[in-house]
């Protein structure tokens, strides 16, 4: 009989967050709107009925109070969860995140280090204008001190949830609310070290690489059978840890193919898109390139509101697979 059960990205999160209450009696999760679907969607659907309102807690609007006291508590070896239902709004909690629970490892000669995740949600499109709609990994994963992980996939929302919150590291978690719909099979639990983990193949191509974390990822799978029916096979590669960023995975894929496109869902000047394009290009010769690397994320432009105008801000598939095209066409360079 397989022990194979079916999941969608939201109740796969749901499924690490049980396991961990079941497993780890250090493990809490706290922050806003936490039994309520129209914060967190599924992915914490009645955890609060199953393991109590003391260990699923639902707080009053304070950013900066549930993260400080999930950093404090993590000093003092509880394993907590903070969860902020939009990314854009955590930033009142920054200095605990930023200041603090990033630092102490390296103040204290690794005596002290909180053991704390900090889940942040991104929401965009829907109308939801330029302050509900923001994408900050880039951000995050420029602090040194914090571990930044974005799941792409179904295991990953639940296996990295678990791997994050088991690590003795600060970590930030940020998931896409874009992402939650997907579906998938996955076999029982095994722990993962989190330290161990970087860039994963997802398809295996010769004409191009393709880069992407997060929803950017499903976008480059997309992308990848179109262009398969165009005669241009893709490899697509699944950051899945932006700090530490190890591209060993994605150097070999780019040495192979020659051709290097990164997908970012963040903006891009000084974004995630230019800090791979650039850990690359100091270790592939000139002469092992193809053609020159492409980048495609959002316009340095706030998110608009209107409908009409979203479909022009976020990247497209279309405009993806054209691209794409154009890079592995003939001459290109």
């Known amino acids: 009989m397989s022990q194979m059960t079916s999941y969608s990205y939201g109740t796969a999160m749901r ?14 999760i706290i922050g806003q709107g936490l039994w309520s679907p129209w914060y967190v969607g599924n992915t914490m659907t009645e955890l609060e009925k199953k393991f109590g309102k003391e260990r699923v807690i639902d707080t009053p609007v304070s950013e900066l109070a549930c993260t400080g006291a999930a950093v404090g508590a993590g000093l003092s070896g509880m394993k907590p969860i903070v969860v902020h239902p939009r990314l ?28 704390v995740t900090i ?9 939801q204008g330029a302050q509900h ?24 929302a639940r296996d990295l949830m678990i791997a994050s919150v088991l690590s003795p590291s600060p970590v930030m978690f940020i998931d896409d609310r874009w992402l939650y719909d997907l579906e998938d099979e996955l076999p029982p639990v095994q722990e993962l070290d989190l330290a161990t983990i970087g860039p994963a193949r997802l398809r295996q191509g010769d004409d191009v690489t393709l ?33 530490p960023f190890h591209p060993t995975e994605i150097v070999a894929s780019v040495r192979r193919t020659g051709r290097l496109m990164v997908l970012d869902g963040g903006w891009r000047t000084c974004g995630m898109a230019g800090e791979v394009i650039a850990s690359v290009t100091e270790r592939v010769a000139p002469a092992e390139f193809k053609a020159s690397p492409v980048r495609v994320t959002l316009p340095d432009a706030p998110a608009p509101t209107s409908r ?9 598939l279309e405009d993806i697979v054209a691209a794409a095209s154009i890079l592995c066409a003939p001459g290109s360079a």
């Open 119 to 127: 889940r942040g949600i991104i929401n965009r499109g829907g109308e």
């Open 15 to 28: 499924a690490a967050f049980e396991y961990l209450l079941e497993n780890y009696p250090e493990v809490f």
């Open 133 to 156: 709609s923001q994408a900050l990994h880039a951000w995050f994963a420029h602090i040194p001190g914090l571990r930044v992980v974005t799941p792409a996939t179904v295991a990953d």
């Open 88 to 115: 854009d709004f955590m930033l009142y909690g920054l200095d605990a995140v930023v200041n603090q629970a990033a630092k102490w490892s390296h103040m204290f000669g690794g005596q002290a280090s909180p053991n």
């Open 211 to 243: 880069i992407g974390s997060g929803y950017s990822t499903q976008l480059a799978l997309e992308a990848a059978d179109a262009l398969a029916d165009r005669g241009i096979s893709a490899d697509v590669v699944d950051l899945r840890v932006l700090n």
């Open 308 to 316: 009409v105008l979203e479909a022009i801000y976020y990247p497209r």
